[in-house]
């Protein structure tokens, strides 16, 4: 699908989408969104992208392989779960900073927790959207 | 640094083993030696205090709702065990440089070799049973990499999947033994449990599942019989694999286990009949096995299954003499055992091969290594001066001491002793002297790696053979006192306890055992019918068909269950839950409760009226485009529901996901062909019929959890009212997904994760790509 609205518009509403979608995850916490819904947004907007300008561009812009993605960010979320116990408190405690930073917002374990999905999410859904797509249809 | 340091330091060393071994190639052994045998003089200056008596404990809650803490116990028998474990391994890790040496994937070894050494040490010295278990599984699967390692061998890949087979069922028994255990003791901690009066566990209500689940965790473990065919064929493993392994550990756990829960255990009616004579028939199993092999690393094998059982025999007799006789036979066994295994390792690897038949005269190709066999050979024969005698002597005596058959015991005890003299000759001696014969390798003595480990532990057999007394007051003592339950309990041992009953048996072995070797080849032909015979009945071949049996019922369920048509895996999981629902019903009435109920909007109405019609729409069309548009109206129906009963995060979330299975469901279904085909009639009619009942039993679930809220607290008002003062949220939502369950939202990008990547295996990797 190669059309010139398509590629135009996308470009835009992508960079739109992931703006979107950091501040989905950032507002989580006290408001709707987080990392799972945060994470949607982002894979659609690559996923738009991929539709545009076909899987191998959204690939390299992508950069990392959508399986590393899928590594990090279960790391991620299970550094956010052994950062308590180095405090001698149970596994997953939640620990926050008292003071919020401008824009962000506060910053706690939580918060690197949903990174984690958002990172986790965001690599399933493209590893499917990609693998399916870059499929060549079987011809009979 | 402490005992926990250590322990942690060999699991760190394995973990960094095969990038060192990128960068240091072969000399990452030497590095490497220094954990274990640091962790050996740490242990070292432990032995004062543990000799007065005294044990060491340390705890750290780990997951106290469920009684599970990091707490580790050490006293006389887990430091004996500490003590062998790190020695043996330090000799380990050398002379694996030596045996491996050159090979690619040395850094792999190493790395699992360390594993389960740092898995051994963290079980001897737990206090907590589930930790001792994690620790167990953690043996299981290490010795199971290594057991393997020559992995490009088919015969290889089954002898591990065996071992890990077998041992692995019996860990399970065993957890479900240990968790029956601590509920019933009220405590998961071994200490406590030692603490009790005697004879309070054994006398619990319940007493006798639990007593046979951990005996059966111990007794795969130590390859007691029937369970004893895995050790022999784990001797696919490399040569130090064996040694460490086979000889002075791993094997070991399951005797560790039954002698830390004697205390416990001992006094029950049960476990003298039962421990003692299945320790009694792997001990005469062992030995006469072993004299059916030609393999040198065979019959060591088979003689260990042997040792194990003499063991495992002792402790069932469980009377102080008998207590201590195994314990000192423990320490000579791992002694002259991992000596002879790294001994046949060494023959095998300069000369090409290991049948005795063909090997002799090799002692003055390799003196270092003779030396080292023949201190082992004479001490696993029970001859004086060397540590096994007097072991052996305490055997004997802790024999004529003990009660129930009499006479019997010590039959089958002199009768194994002496097949074990016999088999000690063909193993340690006879490929040293006579004349040399040519081997299939030119022979010639290891690298110093290689002998350094036998020769020091001969070393030592002899130094304790001949002034056994501090290894009594300090070793054995307090290892015997811990399973007796009396710390200061005193084993004075002797070389010299005069003319006795013991000496003349002993003398007698000796002889016998000369005699036995002599006439062996006559002895192994006119037995071969009995050994044959036995082979196509024994546990092995009811391993096989068990195997096989269980292979049959998978490829059979699976065909009928999991045939790949995702229309039947629909209907399995959707009939299976109506069926389940409608079972549990009857218990949960279904009250209509219209009072508390929302009154319907005009809005809510509308999307529910559209959805049923976009639904039963799918039903009809013709085309699969059309069915994915007409789905997508039914799944945003739910979205504008979610929203119109301020769910906002639900109802945004099914919008992404909505859009994103479009998308999906786009890409699938280029690829596909036309629909042709159409279910019939009758088909239809069932389908209709399942989905009717779906539908009306989600309903009723609903009707039935909504109920619920009058009887008890929902746990969401919890949630509301913690969520800010707690989890420092206000999106009530956000803060269950990431704070209050993180730990089930951890494990569900998990099933993500694993989900993405069993897509990318089934798209990508499949073999007949074009």
Same mark, same amino acid.
Request: with cysteine.
């Given at each position: 699908m190669n059309t010139l609205i398509l590629n135009t518009t996308c470009r835009v509403i992508m960079g739109l989408l992931l703006v979107f979608s950091v501040f989905l995850l950032l507002r989580g916490h006290n408001l709707p969104g987080g990392g799972f819904s945060g994470g949607l947004v982002a894979a659609s907007s690559f996923s738009l992208f991929a539709l545009g300008y076909g899987v191998e561009a959204a690939r390299r812009l992508l950069r990392i392989h959508p399986c590393t993605l899928i590594g990090i960010g279960l790391v991620v979320a299970l550094v956010s779960a052994v950062v308590a116990p180095v405090w001698d408190l149970p596994f997953f405690t939640g620990l926050w900073d008292k003071n919020p930073l401008p824009v962000v917002g506060k910053l706690g374990t939580p918060l690197l927790f949903d990174t984690g999905v958002y990172i986790v999410v965001l690599g399933v859904v493209l590893q499917l959207v990609f693998s399916f797509s870059e499929e060549e249809p079987e011809k009979n | 640094m402490g005992l926990l340091h250590w322990i942690a330091l060999i699991f760190a060393g394995g973990f960094a083993a095969p990038f060192l071994h990128r960068r240091l190639g072969d000399r990452t052994g030497f590095l490497l030696a220094v954990l274990p045998f640091g962790a050996f003089v740490h242990f070292c200056t432990l032995v004062p205090a543990v000799a007065a008596g005294g044990s060491l404990r340390w705890e750290f809650p780990w997951a106290p709702s469920l009684g599970i803490s990091l707490s580790f116990f050490v006293d006389g028998l887990s430091l004996l065990f500490l003590l062998v474990i790190s020695l043996v391994g330090t000799f380990i890790v050398l002379y694996a440089a030596g045996y491996l040496h050159g090979k690619t994937t040395l850094g792999r070894f190493y790395l699992? #070799? #360390? #594993?389960? =050494? $740092?898995? =051994?040490? /963290?079980l001897v010295a737990s206090d907590n049973i589930i930790l001792l278990f994690i620790f167990w599984e953690l043996t299981s699967i290490s010795s199971f990499l290594l057991i393997g390692y020559y992995h490009e061998q088919e015969s290889s890949r089954a002898s591990a999947l065996q071992a890990l087979l077998v041992t692995g069922a019996g860990g399970l028994a065993?957890?479900?033994g240990l968790i029956l255990l601590g509920n019933a003791a009220g405590t998961y901690e071994i200490s406590r449990m030692l603490a009790m009066p005697a004879g309070t566990i054994s006398a619990l209500p319940g007493f006798l599942p639990i007593f046979i689940l951990v005996l059966l965790g111990a007794f795969t473990k130590s390859a007691q019989f029937p369970f004893h065919f895995w050790l022999p064929n784990a001797m696919a493993a490399p040569a130090p694999v064996s040694a460490f392994l086979h000889s002075a550990t791993m094997v070991k756990a399951g005797v560790f286990l039954l002698a830390r829960l004697h205390p416990a255990f001992g006094d029950y009616a049960l476990w003298t009949p039962? &421990? /003692?004579? &299945? $320790? *009694? &028939?792997t001990m005469l199993t062992g030995v006469f096995l072993a004299m059916h092999q030609s393999d040198l690393k065979r019959i060591l094998a088979y003689t260990t299954l042997a040792v194990l059982g003499t063991l495992t025999m002792l402790l069932g007799i469980g009377t102080e003499l008998a207590i201590k006789a195994c314990m000192t036979y423990l320490l000579a066994h791992a002694l002259y055992k991992a000596a002879l295994f790294m001994t046949s390792g060494t023959i095998d690897h300069e000369t090409g091969t290991r049948d005795v038949a063909v090997l002799s005269g090799l002692g003055s190709k390799m003196p270092f290594t003779a030396t080292a066999a023949l201190i082992g050979a004479l001490s696993m024969a029970g001859i004086p001066l060397l540590i096994g005698f007097v072991s052996k002597e305490y055997f004997y005596k802790a024999l004529l001491d003990a009660p129930g058959p009499g006479v019997l015991w010590e039959v089958i005890g002199v009768g194994a002793s002496v097949l074990m003299g016999a088999l000690a000759i063909v193993t340690g001696i006879r490929p040293f002297f $006579? +004349?040399? +014969? @040519?081997?299939?390798?030119? *022979?010639? @003595?290891g690298p110093w790696t290689m002998w350094i480990g036998p020769i020091i532990l001969g070393a030592a057999a002899l130094k304790f053979g001949i002034f056994p007394g501090w290894v009594g007051t300090h070793l054995i003592g307090p290892a015997a006192g811990s399973i007796l339950g009396e710390p200061a309990f005193e084993a004075n041992l002797k070389l010299w306890h005069g003319f006795n009953t013991a000496l003349f048996l002993s003398i007698l072995t000796v002889v016998l055992a000369v005699g036995v070797y002599l006439i062996a080849p006559r002895w192994r032909s006119a037995s071969q019918p009995l050994y044959k015979g036995l082979a196509s009945v024994g546990p092995e071949s009811a391993y096989g068909r068990i195997l096989d049996g269980i292979l049959v019922v998978a490829r059979w369920q699976t065909g009928i269950l999991q045939n790949g048509k995702l229309r039947n895996y629909v209907l399995t999981v959707g009939g299976f839950l109506v069926l389940l629902v409608i079972w549990v019903l009857p218990k949960n009435p279904v009250v209509l409760d219209f009072d508390? =109920? %929302?009154?319907?909007? %005009?809005? /809510?109405?509308?999307?529910?009226?559209? =959805? %049923? %019609? *976009?639904? &039963?729409a799918t039903c009809f069309v013709q085309s699969r485009f059309t069915a994915i548009l007409t789905l997508g109206v039914v799944g945003l129906g739910v979205a504008v529901l979610f929203f119109l009963f301020s769910a906002p995060d639900l109802a945004m979330t099914q919008i992404l996901v909505e859009t994103l299975t479009v998308v999906l469901f786009v890409l699938a279904f280029y690829r596909l062909p036309l629909l042709r085909e159409f279910s019939s009639r009758a088909v239809k009619i069932r389908d209709a019929l399942l989905a009717a009942g779906f539908g009306l039993v989600m309903t009723m679930l609903v009707l039935i959890a909504f109920h619920f809220e009058t009887i008890a607290t929902p746990i969401s008002e919890y949630m509301s009212a913690n969520s800010l003062p707690m989890a420092n949220g206000r999106n009530v939502v956000n803060v269950i997904l990431v704070d209050f369950r993180a730990l089930d939202t951890l494990g569900e990008i998990t099933v993500l994760a694993i989900a993405a990547l069993g897509v990318f295996a089934m798209l990508k990797l +499949?073999?007949?790509?074009?």
């Open positions: - | 699992a #070799l #360390l #594993l389960f =050494m $740092g898995s =051994m040490l /963290g065993m957890l479900a039962v &421990v /003692g004579s &299945v $320790g *009694a &028939v $006579g +004349r040399f +014969r @040519e081997t299939p390798k030119h *022979a010639h @003595e508390r =109920m %929302i009154p319907p909007s %005009i809005l /809510g109405v509308t999307v529910c009226v559209l =959805m %049923i %019609i *976009a639904a &039963v +499949r073999p007949n790509k074009p």
